[in-house]
């Protein structure tokens, strides 16, 4: 992209690469699909290979091989992430785009027996903020290259508060926030943006196993819109921080939340 093509009025991310981790379903799945259909170029990444697989079929039906290519990889191994950027600039010609999205989550509150806590700690982190800050790392170079780099990543309504009974995924949260604000200032210097997305109530497979009744009544009672909201809707959200338009978009952190966290109580 050309600093010409900077300009308050561009909205087009036609010819961008992009990368998404946990792109095999939920928020990743539908950021990838958007992106597709906004003329990006997409690398598709996740641990799930049949996830990968099935993401990539769909955009190459409608948009051809050449817009989109898979990697299935777990975010925690380290030597495949460090790899991961130089094999997408390899197969596309570089990078535009980061979007940080792999996340996991799991039920272990501080009374857990100190096993279970610690494994739930470290595999939360290593996932949640560990790997996020790795492929920043792994990406900057082809980034920097960018005319106006951006980089989005997957927070969270957790990290702008907490729910009781998982610690790990609270503080994960919280620490992607920082992580942002720290790369939006650090990078700023480079044309680079950071910003991060917060999604509230998601209908996705973190949210599978809580029945739809509770689903409801959770929305009636915290969410303004009384609904959970779809992935495709986090992933506008995702879109419209990446665009040439939102240049002086930096250090924002954006909650899509349904108008939760404008409440009150």
């Not at 939920?26 to 997409?42: K, M, N, S, W």
């Not at 079929?57 to 790899?83: M, Q």
């Not at 990290?159 to 995924?169: D, S, V």
């Amino acid at each position: 992209m050309s600093n010409s093509r900077l300009t308050l009025g561009n909205r087009s991310i036609a010819g961008r690469v992009a990368i998404v981790t946990g792109a095999g379903s939920g928020i990743g799945r539908a950021t990838a699909h958007l992106f597709a259909d906004e003329g990006a170029v997409v690398a598709v990444v996740d641990r799930n290979g049949e996830g990968v697989a099935q993401v990539v079929g769909e955009i190459s039906d409608v948009h051809g091989p050449e817009r989109v290519k898979g990697w299935t990889l777990d975010v925690t191994d380290n030597a495949a992430l460090d790899a991961l950027p130089a094999e997408v600039a390899g197969a596309f010609g570089g990078i535009d785009i980061l979007i940080n999205n792999a996340g996991v989550v799991f039920n272990a509150d501080m009374t857990t027996s100190t096993d279970v806590f610690d494994e739930a700690w470290d595999a939360t982190l290593a996932v949640n903020i560990t790997s996020y800050a790795r492929l920043t790392r792994a990406a900057l170079p082809y980034l920097m290259k960018s005319d106006g780099g951006r980089i989005v990543c997957t927070a969270s309504t957790e990290g702008l508060g907490a729910t009781g009974g998982i610690p790990a995924y609270n503080a994960s949260k919280h620490a992607v926030i920082g992580l942002v604000r720290s790369l939006a200032v650090e990078l700023g210097r480079h044309g680079i943006t950071a910003n991060a997305v917060c999604p509230g109530p998601i209908v996705t497979g973190m949210t599978a196993n809580i029945a739809d009744e509770h689903k409801e009544i959770f929305a009636k009672r915290r969410v303004p819109l009384r609904r959970y909201g779809q992935p495709e809707e986090i992933a506008h959200g995702m879109l419209n921080l990446v665009l040439p338009a939102s240049s002086y978009m930096n250090g924002v952190i954006l909650p899509v939340d349904g108008g939760m966290t404008s409440r009150h109580t």
